[in-house]
């Protein structure tokens, strides 16, 4: 039976390190759906549309990588479409508690998935995309926080949008 797991995240805008928790998902699971969902506590900078569009942009060369949109809860999409897994990337000891609430609220409400935390690489520690969209608000370079292909679209959209 495939494999099949669901990345889900806001993704305002789509950083290096979701891109590093991404790829490795694609090499565990058979086929994955980076999920850009609505966390109700955020108010993204960019709309849906755009963010699927940077994200299928820097996943083209995963082929078994599809980008998707849901407004709607994440334990119903994982099992409409019999995943097995919901990977997330952790980061700082910060994440965590935030993290455990939701795969517990998520087996609550789906216990049929899994919840895999991959360990962030080192270097993308400290990363966010907050922190990418201060700093392109500001023009400042963002070029190390994000893949290559869509710094310009990230920098023009935030400068735009001040
Ligand atoms: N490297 C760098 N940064 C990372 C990262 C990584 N590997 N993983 C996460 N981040 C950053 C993100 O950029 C984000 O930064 P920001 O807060 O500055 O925007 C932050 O960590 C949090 O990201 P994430 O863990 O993906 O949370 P989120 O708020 O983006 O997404 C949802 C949370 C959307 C998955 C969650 O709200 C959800 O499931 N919503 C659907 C509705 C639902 O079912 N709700 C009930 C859930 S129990």
């Known amino acids: ?7 889900p995240g806001t993704f305002d805008p789509v950083t290096l390190g979701h891109l590093d928790i991404i790829t490795r998902a694609a090499a565990l699971f058979d086929r994955v759906i980076v999920l850009v969902s609505v966390n109700v506590d955020k108010r ?3 709309s849906a549309e755009e963010r699927a569009d940077l994200i299928k942009a820097v ?15 994440l334990a119903e999409y994982v099992k409409e479409k019999k995943a097995c897994a919901i990977v997330k990337g ?4 910060t994440d965590f508690e935030y993290e455990f ?11 049929d998935a899994e ?9 993308n520690m400290y990363l966010s995309s907050s922190m990418v969209r201060q700093i392109a608000s ?20 935030l400068l ?3």
């Open 138 to 157: 500001f023009g400042g370079d963002i070029s190390s926080f994000v893949p290559e292909e869509i710094v310009e679209r990230i920098s023009a959209g």
């Open 44 to 46: 993204p900078s960019f």
């Open 160 to 162: 735009e949008g001040k």
């Open 115 to 123: 919840t895999v935390f991959l360990v962030t690489k080192s270097e």
């Open 90 to 93: 952790l980061r700082a000891t």
């Open 59 to 73: 996943t083209k060369n995963l082929k078994n990588v599809e980008v998707e949109i849901m407004d709607g809860l």
């Open 101 to 111: 609430q939701m795969a517990l609220a998520n087996r609550k409400l789906y216990a």
């Open 1 to 7: 039976m495939e494999r099949l797991a669901v990345c």
